[in-house]
C-alpha cells in the first residue's frame, strides 16, 4: 500500500493513550514510507498524526473543504492540500486516493467515515482494507454492535470481518496486508439466506 487514510477525531479526547497513539500511527506510516491521506485539519489527533508523519519525513495529503479553510483549520506544511464544496467531495475525495483505511478514536465524522467505507465494501463497490485501532478500548462496544448485527441477521459473519480490530498501528498494517475481501455479495447472501441457506 503506498497510500492510507486515516479517520480520527479533531479533538484530542480525554486520554493520553489516543494522542500518542495518533504519533504512533504517524511515525509508522512514514517509516513505511506511506502517504497519510486525510480531513486536512491542524486540530486534535488529526493534527498528531500529520505531525508525525512529517516529522519523520513522510507525505501528508490533507482533503478539506473551502468552508473549513476559511476558519483556518488546515495545516500548514502539507506535502498537498486538495480543496473541495462539500463534505462528501472530501470523503470521495479520499476515499478515491486510498489503498486502505485506518480509524483512530474520534466523534460523528470518524464513524460517518468509517461505516461509509465499509458498506462501501460490503456492496462491492472497493476491496480495500479497514483496520480499526481499538486504543483503551475506545472501538469495543461497536465490535458488540458488529456482533449483535450478526446475532440479529441484519448482518453477514464475513462483511463484519472486514471490520479489522487491531491493538497498533503495526498490527493495522499487517492486518491490511494479509487482507482478501469476501468473495459473496450482500444481495446474492440475502437471496440464498431467504430460501434457507445460511451463508455465515
Known amino acids: 500500500m503506498k497510500r492510507i487514510c486515516v479517520f480520527c477525531g479533531s479533538n484530542l479526547g480525554n486520554h493520553?493513550?489516543?494522542?500518542?497513539?495518533?504519533r504512533q500511527l504517524g511515525e509508522t506510516l512514514a517509516?513505511?514510507?506511506?502517504?497519510?491521506?486525510?480531513?486536512?485539519?491542524?486540530?486534535?489527533?488529526?493534527?498528531?498524526?500529520?505531525e508525525e508523519v512529517l516529522k519523520n519525513g513522510g507525505k501528508a495529503t490533507g482533503v478539506i473543504t473551502h468552508f473549513l479553510a476559511q476558519k483556518h483549520l488546515t495545516f500548514p506544511g502539507l506535502?498537498?492540500?486538495?480543496?473541495?464544496?462539500?463534505?462528501?467531495?472530501?470523503?470521495?475525495?479520499?476515499?478515491?486516493?486510498?489503498?486502505?483505511?485506518?480509524?483512530?478514536?474520534?466523534?460523528y465524522g470518524t464513524l460517518e467515515e468509517l461505516f461509509e467505507i465499509l458498506t462501501?465494501?460490503?456492496?462491492?463497490?472497493h476491496h480495500k482494507p479497514v483496520a480499526i485501532i481499538n486504543i483503551?478500548?475506545?472501538?469495543?462496544?461497536?465490535?458488540?454492535?458488529?456482533?449483535?448485527?450478526?446475532?440479529?441477521?441484519?448482518?453477514?459473519?464475513?462483511?463484519a470481518g472486514m471490520a479489522h480490530f487491531v491493538n497498533s498501528p503495526s498490527e493495522a498494517?499487517?492486518?491490511?496486508?494479509?487482507?482478501?475481501a469476501p468473495v459473496v455479495g450482500?444481495?446474492?447472501?440475502d437471496i440464498r439466506r431467504d430460501n434457507?441457506?445460511?451463508?455465515?
Do not use: C
Open 120 to 125: 462501501s465494501a460490503q456492496l462491492g463497490f
Open 173 to 180: 498494517l499487517e492486518a491490511m496486508h494479509n487482507y482478501t
Open 196 to 200: 434457507g441457506h445460511d451463508m455465515e
Open 31 to 50: 517509516i513505511n514510507r506511506i502517504e497519510l491521506i486525510y480531513g486536512g485539519a491542524n486540530v486534535g489527533l488529526m493534527r498528531a498524526t500529520a
Open 136 to 159: 483503551h478500548g475506545f472501538y469495543d462496544f461497536m465490535k458488540l454492535q458488529l456482533q449483535k448485527m450478526v446475532d440479529e441477521k441484519l448482518l453477514l459473519a464475513p462483511h
Open 79 to 107: 506535502t498537498e492540500l486538495i480543496l473541495v464544496d462539500t463534505m462528501h467531495e472530501r470523503k470521495a475525495k479520499m476515499a478515491e486516493l486510498a489503498d486502505g483505511f485506518i480509524a483512530l478514536p474520534g466523534g
Open 16 to 22: 493520553p493513550d489516543y494522542i500518542k497513539i495518533a
Open 186 to 189: 450482500k444481495w446474492i447472501d
